[in-house]
């Protein structure tokens, strides 16, 4: 008898689809477990089972998710928050000793991706169109004089994600007052063109992308992709495909990308299942399928742009109750 192909799902907070998803997958053939700080996160409940977990960045919370992979026999661990993710690359080794692999990419590309002047640098360097952006203001008044750069720009945290302390500013004074205020800020150009979404696996064993699925980003809240549409351009996908071999990148990786004037401009890559991934799934794009293939030392085929166009994803929300 072959052992249960567990999976473990990190600070599942309301990602009941994606816990779903594996469920649907797996089968008999393995449980789908799940943590979260908190007993009011409405995915812990879609799992086989669950465990309330210390909050991230507690002492010994390391040691408390390998002990709950290594009784559990947890075979594939999976995060869906940032901050966990170079947690999880930088003790890649520790899981793998336990049987455990993490579904992540290696820790300085991961590293590279949360800090989004390093990430426009990397861009630069190997000739991928981007968002302009600076860390020196003086550097940006100087590009605002020649008119490399106008106004309105968007002041973020070089380190952030949710789209959480970002300001769109129209004057010198304002970005005066943001810097004043606060440390580690960056200046990046306004786009103002259609925003895309990719959801892409590149699978684990291979290194190659074999699933790359498209989105028109229609609405958007809380920095997750509310309302999308599907769709298809052989452009995007060659340059979503060179891009992701170019870094290096494993697994899932989510990537926003803006089109101005018929070009492509990459701006930035979350290496973990996005919040619009669901679309993906809904279209065909079964990338939890593709991990498991994974897990069981499989390979898997190239399916890029196999899905159709046209389909429109909008979320609602749900309730879920729990009776203590």
């Known amino acids: 008898m072959t052992d249960p192909l567990n999976i473990l799902i990190l600070s599942c907070g309301t990602r009941n689809k994606i816990v779903q998803y594996f469920k649907k997958k797996l089968g008999d053939r393995g449980q789908v477990m799940a943590t979260d700080c908190s007993e009011l996160a409405p995915a812990l409940y879609d799992a086989d089972k669950h465990f309330i977990v ?29 901050p966990e993710l170079t947690l999880l690359a930088e003790n890649r080794e520790a899981f793998l000793e336990i049987g455990t692999t993490p579904i992540i ?13 390093q990430f426009y640098e990397f861009l630069i360097k190997n ?56 440390d580690n800020l960056m200046i990046q150009e306004f786009m103002d063109g259609v925003e895309y979404g990719s959801d892409t696996f590149i699978d684990m064993i291979s290194g190659e992308p074999v699933a790359i699925f498209t ?6 809240r809380a920095g997750e992709t509310d309302k999308s549409v599907s769709v298809k351009d052989e452009k995007l996908f060659n340059l979503i495909k060179r891009f992701v071999k170019v870094a290096g990148f494993k697994g899932i990786v989510d990537i926003d990308i803006f089109k101005v ?56 929300n749900e309730v879920k109750i729990i009776k203590q």
């Open 215 to 220: 989105k028109e980003k229609i609405k958007m």
């Open 54 to 82: 210390p909050r991230m960045n507690d002492e010994g919370y390391l040691d408390v998710i390998l002990n709950i992979c290594k009784e559990n026999n947890i075979k594939g661990l999976i995060s869906l928050i940032d």
């Open 105 to 117: 990419s290696d820790y300085d590309l991961v590293e590279m991706c949360f800090d989004k002047y």
């Open 261 to 316: 004037d018929g070009e492509y401009y990459i701006s930035e890559v979350n290496p973990r299942f996005g919040g619009g991934y669901p679309h993906a799934y809904e279209c065909g794009v079964n990338v939890p399928e593709m991990i498991i293939n994974n897990l069981d030392g499989e390979e898997n085929q190239d399916e890029n742009g196999q899905y159709d166009e046209g389909v429109y994803m909008m979320k609602f």
């Open 127 to 182: 000739g991928f169109k981007t968002i302009r952006s600076y860390v020196d203001k003086e550097l940006f008044y100087k590009d605002i004089e020649v008119g490399l750069i106008e106004y309105p720009v968007f002041v973020k945290p070089v380190r952030g994600s949710a789209s959480i302390n970002i300001s769109k500013v129209t004057t010198k004074e304002e970005i005066e007052l943001l810097f004043n205020r606060h």
